[in-house]
């Protein structure tokens, strides 16, 4: 049996619900492309909006063929430029037009997928097609030189009457009894996901009816291929079950998980016994990770992730329905800056620790009182300060 997301996928741009303006300026950049500015387009918004079946859909309309690299394939930097090439140098079958497809960009990962934006970025420049990638978040900085040389096309999150109104269709061709309040509770707990929504309806409607009890069942999609991500998994998830394998599979430290929950929590959880739930499970984890570091027990890792998310995931009465931008703590940036100074006067210590026949650690404890001399000349030839030693010395 065939998916609902393969048989009701939209054929042309008249059949993509809720992005009207996107597809237009889609169908534009691949109508005009030779006289374009931007020699791709980025086309970003939340899960399950519809870029990628917009970008299929436009494309069939305008009679084109397209060539796919997307996130289940390799996309080192020799694997890309193998595809860029191959792509950018064979003829298109009966030689209609082609363009390039590069499926959820902002998943590439630093290790795994390494030189990939530079590949692409070097492809682009060469290209006489449309290369369109999609992304569901821009805010990575690795997209930073991407962001530059593309055309930006926003997909909005589909609106719940929409989604019930393109729900109720389905069901009424698939001939599924459902009432409106299961298809109001579905459209409402995909998040404007309509991929999700169109699985959730056809494993729920097996049996050809749908009430709204099942649809509570139901569980959100597992969408943990990136932080941002999990986290949308912790803060949206309609039960802890849902949420307790969001950590699984996403290549963060631990460390950092911590930091991502606790600058973005109080921009979730607007109601303060819901805060402090949270904050409750995300000090007990830190209590298990304070253990681990002391006692080497990795046994306590896993209540960490429960906690950081089912425990997180299960503090809130209800979902927060508005869209929040998570956004990256500034303390990690801190943390850096702190390392980097406290380096600095490590490396001037040494130096004077050899030089007056004195400890390291007493040397360190004495730099600050001995500022106003280590900036003179003469001190600081003495001591062989560097230029970048005798600017941090003057700060």
């Known amino acids: 049996m065939p998916l609902f997301t393969t048989t009701y996928a939209p054929q042309n741009s008249q059949q993509i619900i809720g992005q009207e303006l996107a597809v237009t300026q889609l169908k534009n950049f691949i109508q005009n492309y030779k006289q374009q500015k931007n020699k791709a387009a980025l086309l970003h918004g939340p899960i399950g909006c519809g870029k990628t079946s917009s970008v299929y859909a436009v494309a069939n309309e305008l009679g084109y063929d397209i060539l796919e690299l997307n996130s ?10 193998s595809f860029l090439d191959s792509a950018l140098g064979q003829q298109s079958l009966f030689f209609t037009p082609k363009l390039i497809l590069i499926d959820e960009v902002d998943n590439l990962s630093g290790m795994q997928d390494r ?3 530079s590949a692409l970025m070097k492809g682009i420049e060469r290209s006489s097609f449309p290369i369109i990638c999609t992304a569901n978040d821009l805010a990575e900085d690795k997209l ?15 609106d719940q009457k929409t989604m019930v109104t393109v729900l109720k269709k389905i069901a009424e061709s698939e001939r599924i009894i459902a009432d409106e309040k299961a298809l109001s509770a579905l459209a409402r707990q995909v998040d404007g996901d309509i991929r999700a929504a169109l699985i959730d309806l056809q494993l729920s409607g097996v049996t050809k009816t749908l009430n709204y009890q099942e649809v509570l069942k139901l569980s959100d999609r597992k969408r943990t291929q990136s932080i941002l991500q999990a986290l949308q998994v912790i ?3 309609s039960s802890a079950e849902t949420a307790l394998p969001a950590l699984d599979d996403i290549d963060v430290e631990i460390d950092h998980v911590f930091f991502w929950l606790d600058e973005n929590l109080p921009k979730e959880y607007l109601s303060v016994t819901a805060l402090a739930k949270a904050y409750e499970h995300l000090s007990r984890a830190d209590v298990f990770r304070g253990r681990i570091r002391r006692q080497q027990h990795w046994r306590f890792l896993v209540y960490i992730s429960n906690l950081l998310s089912a425990g997180i995931s299960s503090a809130k009465d209800e979902k927060n329905t508005s869209s929040v931008r998570y956004q ?4 990690l940036l801190k943390m850096w800056q702190a390392k980097m100074k406290v380096a600095k006067k490590k490396e001037i210590a040494e130096k004077i620790a050899d030089k007056m026949h004195l400890s390291k650690k007493r040397a360190f404890q ?3 009182f001995l500022k106003p001399l280590l900036y003179r000349q003469d001190v600081a030839a003495e001591l062989e300060l560097n230029e970048e030693e005798v600017s941090w010395v003057r700060k």
């Open 72 to 81: 289940s394939d390799y996309r080192d930097q020799s694997s890309i430029s």
């Open 115 to 117: 030189g990939c934006i």
């Open 144 to 158: 930073k030189p991407l962001r530059k040389s593309s055309l930006i096309i926003e997909f909005q999150k589909i």
């Open 235 to 237: 803060f949206k998830s």
């Open 328 to 331: 990256q703590t500034m303390r």
């Open 366 to 368: 004495e730099v600050d």
